[in-house]
């Protein structure tokens, strides 16, 4: 008898150590869901409504931006362009949404978004579809960015706030509205992921 209550025990132990492991990149919340910093599984549209698998840039260092044709941000495409062309060739991305959601700044269509951007600054990486990064109507890729356990919590504050991700699609860094694309602090995290 005292062996199978020792067997059962046993038993209980390994099981509960396999669950932690397996949910080591996630944390619990208070309701008990997990919290990921993971963004592989995340569909997007992209400026023509594809679906485009975030899982398909795996092998990609990824800077993640929430764009506006008209905010007081918006010559930070120049940086932006300017660390694309420096750091494409070595495998590095940057994903642009397009959100109206702070001040009404990003009224245009996709099509006008997509000309303003190539006509003002020469933008040649990927712009995607007009989403939501706050309120109810918020996309699941802004809701894993701005709630993951791996970077500051809560909402996105402005437009061209910046999310850095790994070549795995894990959530490494989270950079402010005001910091530079080509901020020293911004090129070396890029540079950092770029050599793992």
């Known amino acids: 008898m005292i062996k ?50 975030l899982s398909d840039y795996n092998g990609k260092v ?15 495409y120049s940086g932006l362009q300017e660390i694309y062309e420096q750091y494409n060739p070595q495998g590095f991305e940057i994903l642009a949404f397009p959100c ?8 245009g269509t996709n099509e006008q978004i997509q000309n303003f951007c190539t006509t003002n600054f020469g933008v040649s990486f990927k712009l995607f579809d007009k989403i939501k990064v706050l309120g109810e109507d918020k996309s699941l890729l802004y809701e894993r960015l701005t709630n993951n356990p791996a970077t500051e919590q809560g909402d996105v504050k402005w437009n061209f706030e910046k999310f850095l991700i790994s070549k795995e699609g894990k959530i490494v860094a989270r950079f402010g509205n005001k910091v530079s694309p080509t901020s020293d602090e911004m090129i070396s995290a890029i540079e950092r992921e770029l050599s793992l």
């Not at 990824?62 to 930070?76: D, F, H, R, W, Y």
């Not at 109206?100 to 009224?107: A, S």
């Open 62 to 76: 990824l800077l993640i931006v929430n764009v506006a044709s008209e905010c007081g941000n918006t010559p930070q």
């Open 100 to 107: 109206n959601d702070f001040g009404g700044q990003e009224p």
């Open 4 to 53: 199978i209550l020792f067997s059962c025990c046993l038993i209980l132990l390994t099981t509960f150590q396999l669950i932690a492991q397996k949910d080591s990149n996630s944390i619990s919340t208070n309701e008990g869901e997990r919290l990921s910093d993971n963004i592989n599984e995340i569909v997007v549209l992209d400026m023509s409504k594809n679906k485009i698998n």
